[in-house]
């Protein structure tokens, strides 16, 4: 049953991520650098986790998830950026976002270290959500202050939301018991489905409007 789960989520999540990089070849690719560096190096590390053996996966499934997180802070305080060239208010400066950032990496891993590697990345997995979900909230602030708020950011930023939320949310979960592993798992991959979906939604071209021919 798990196993089948797992096979279901790889299918689905390659579909999608698919779809995302081809709604940004379209020509989006170029306002949102990042967000395509992110979607290619899910999609390369998704396919090079399926192709792991078993008794790697799981040492991989960690420095996979690091890398991923890294680029997801990127990501969001790009986003910032970019909201901030229309925000009413000046936002963080970027230097004290990622020091931040750095120092509540170096907190959580001092905090949670211990001889069991899986409860101790869960648990520092789930504090830089955290954080990523706090510059999103920024993020969100400075969307809707901003004169001219951007729908496509908006909706990127919801999707990112989705995606961390869903992440803290299924790995408190799976730290509790080992009875809640799974539905907290379960939790992670639905919401990782829902922001890729929420993100090509966003980033596809909207088709020009049909224009209606005027009687002659």
């Known amino acids: 049953m798990i196993k089948a789960i797992q096979y279901i989520a790889w299918v689905v999540g390659l579909g999608l991520n ?20 992110y979607s290619i190096a899910l999609l390369l590390t998704t396919v090079v986790e399926i192709a ?13 998830e690091s890398f991923l997180q890294v680029l997801v802070f990127c990501v969001v305080i790009a986003f910032i950026d970019r909201a901030a060239h229309n925000a009413k208010k000046q936002p963080i400066k970027r230097r004290w976002l990622i020091t931040g950032a750095a120092l509540i990496l170096i907190a959580s891993y001092l905090v949670h270290r211990g001889p069991r ?6 648990l520092i997995s789930r504090d830089l959500n955290i954080s990523a979900v706090i510059l999103d909230l ?30 803290i949310m299924g790995q408190s979960l799976r730290q509790l018991s080992h009875s809640t592993d799974f539905p907290g798992a379960l939790l992670e991959v639905i919401t990782g489905l829902l922001a890729l979906y929420i993100w090509w939604r966003a980033l ?12 002659a």
């Open 52 to 64: 792991s053996p078993p008794e790697v996966r799981a040492l991989y499934y960690w420095i996979n």
């Open 138 to 167: 920024i993020l969100w602030s400075l969307l809707v202050a901003s004169r001219r708020p951007d729908r496509r950011l908006l909706l990127l930023s919801g999707g990112l939301g989705v995606q961390l939320t869903g992440a």
């Open 204 to 215: 596809r071209p909207v088709p020009p409007p049909h224009s209606k021919e005027s009687p």
């Open 117 to 122: 590697l899986n409860l101790q990345m869960t």
């Open 18 to 37: 698919l779809l995302v990089i081809s709604a940004l070849l379209r020509g989006s690719y170029r306002e949102y650098r990042l967000v395509f560096v």
